[in-house]
């Protein structure tokens, strides 16, 4: 990049005479359509011991948003700017990623599992990256073959970096290959490859799970045997029970969304086992993600990086109302394969994804809390105040470029690529490490994905689920999970929301090709 070659000089300079000890490593860590309740720390039964220790000497936010897609999450993370449905391709040829950023300040900068976009992470300032170009994949076999030959179920052949080379189809020689693991894995031997050097490091880990198709370990899958054969009802009613007896929700401010639900009673038995079975696994691959997780801690723990490193851990978008059958042109389901293996290609579908976002409304792929609305930790030993365990400011993914240029005291360009920066419009969240209130925003919370449209300002939000859908407005300060609307009795409010949303809207495509 132009403007990396111009300034690297200034930035060594600069370097030297920064003390690498004073600038903390940074870890950002990314699920796939996870839900907001299926972490034990937010009021989950799946075992996360590893989420809930970072939470307990860490810090939880209540209102973490996302884009309520994959894709466009991916955009406004990597360059901290908001990106609709039709911008966030082109979004990232207008301004540096944060792995340009970090690695011009002075950083070791590595990528490991999904990125899910046309850039390719090594040319876009990354020193490292293992993984692959696409959205998702087979967890035991990215290829489009299995190791003998066969035929199995895969979507598109997807092209990996694997061992800093490109690579499709990329299947794998170990048959025992799971993608989570192996994500962790090659992170963490670049970590003791660079534990000599005299840097920080930023790694992001994009992990895939627990996004389709529903694979797991046998180990991990036989933990959670029985755990969801009560059905619907029942598991959500319990993560609400949890929530507001561990102080995760306030009752009178967070009532269940009464949000229809299958009736699990009115649910075919034989298809109540498979329903089951499909829970089962998406909490098996969480807990394996937490397992992973443990991992990369010890590892800090091991070499002493724990204390000045900074973890964050969110959400892509929120659990997944897909029952996708994607991989039907290479593969004909004969109804013997084994759950959670290589052979089957399964989805939690709506029902769970319901249960999987409570207390929130409705799921992945639309602006309401159930879409937008992530859990996230912050854990950093030496910056985040001691018995500061909560955070109940509204706060954003695109909030995560400031804060890497805060913590790195690296800088945002002018210009990009011989023309003007498009410039980043979060803000940074240290403030919030020490409870102290946040940076007044100059553009306000918008979102746009599919039918999915919202505006966040301050307490209120206006959101609908179809553009020629009418506004619904909510007061989230005493409404978290919009089953109020406000719309008619506010009618003038809801003007001057809609106003802000085609300022944003504009705004979001500006000088974009």
Same mark, same amino acid.
């Given at each position: ?181 192996? %994500? @962790? ?7 003791? /490859?660079? =534990?000599? &050097?005299? #840097? ?5 880990? *994009? ?53 229809? %639900? @299958? ?7 034989? /298809?109540? =086992?498979? &329903?089951? #079975? ?5 909490? *098996? ?229």
């Amino acid at each position: 990049m132009n403007w990396l070659i111009k300034t690297v000089s200034l930035a060594f300079c600069s370097f030297l005479s920064i003390s690498a000890d004073s600038r903390p490593n940074i870890i950002i860590m990314m699920a796939d359509d996870m839900g907001y309740s299926d972490i034990g720390c937010y009021g989950g039964e799946v075992a996360t011991p590893e989420l809930n220790n970072l939470a307990t000497n860490g810090l939880r936010y209540s209102q973490m948003y996302n884009t309520s897609k994959c894709t466009t999450t991916r955009s406004s993370l990597l360059t901290g700017r908001y990106v609709d449905s039709k911008s966030y391709s082109a979004n990232y040829e207008a301004g540096p990623t944060f792995g340009e950023v970090a690695k011009d300040a002075g950083y070791r900068t590595l990528w490991s599992g999904k990125n899910h976009s046309h850039i390719r992470p090594p040319e876009r300032g990354f020193d490292r990256f293992y993984g692959f170009q696409g959205g998702a994949c087979n967890f035991w076999n990215p290829g489009n073959k299995t190791q003998d030959g066969k035929d199995f179920p895969h979507i598109i052949d997807y092209e990996w970096m694997v061992n800093d080379k490109w690579i499709k189809p990329f299947i794998p020689e170990n048959e025992s290959y799971y993608m989570t693991d192996e %994500i @962790t894995t090659n992170a963490l031997n670049w970590l003791d /490859e660079y =534990k000599a &050097e005299e #840097k920080p490091f930023l790694l992001y880990l *994009a992990y895939n799970a627990p996004h389709w198709p529903l694979h797991a370990k046998k180990e991990d899958i036989k933990k959670y045997e029985g755990v969801y054969d009560g059905g619907y009802q029942a598991i959500r009613e319990a993560r609400y029970k949890k929530m507001i007896q561990e102080g995760i929700i306030d009752a009178d401010t967070a009532p269940l969304h009464p949000q229809p %639900i @299958t009736d699990w009673n009115e649910v075919d038995p034989e /298809e109540q =086992k498979r &329903e089951s #079975k499909r829970m089962e696994i998406h909490a *098996a691959m969480i807990d394996n993600l937490d397992q992973n997780i443990g991992r990369v801690v010890n590892w800090l723990k091991d070499s002493g990086e724990l204390e000045n490193t900074l973890i964050l851990f969110f959400v892509d978008n929120g659990a997944s109302e897909e029952r996708t059958k994607r991989y039907e042109p290479n593969y004909v389901v004969t109804g013997k394969e084994e759950p959670g293996s290589v052979m089957t290609y399964d989805c939690i579908g709506k029902q769970w994804s319901l249960v999987a976002n409570t207390p929130l409304h409705l799921h992945k792929k639309t602006s309401f809390e159930g879409g937008i609305n992530s859990p996230m930790i912050a854990h950093w030993p030496k910056g985040i105040s001691k018995g500061h365990s909560w955070s109940h400011q509204p706060v954003h993914l695109v909030d995560i470029m400031s804060t890497v240029i805060d913590l790195s005291k690296g800088s945002y360009p002018k210009s990009f690529n011989g023309k003007k920066a498009k410039p980043k419009e979060g803000i940074s969240l240290r403030p919030s490490f020490s409870g102290d209130n946040l940076e007044e925003r100059s553009t306000k919370m918008g979102f746009q994905w599919a039918k999915g449209y919202a505006l966040r300002d301050h307490d209120w939000k206006i959101v609908r689920l179809g553009q020629s859908k009418p506004w619904e407005l909510y007061n989230m300060k005493v409404d978290r999970t919009e089953t109020n609307n406000l719309a008619s009795k506010m009618p003038e409010k809801v003007k001057a929301m809609n106003a802000q949303w085609e300022k944003w809207n504009k705004q979001v495509k500006a000088d974009l090709k």
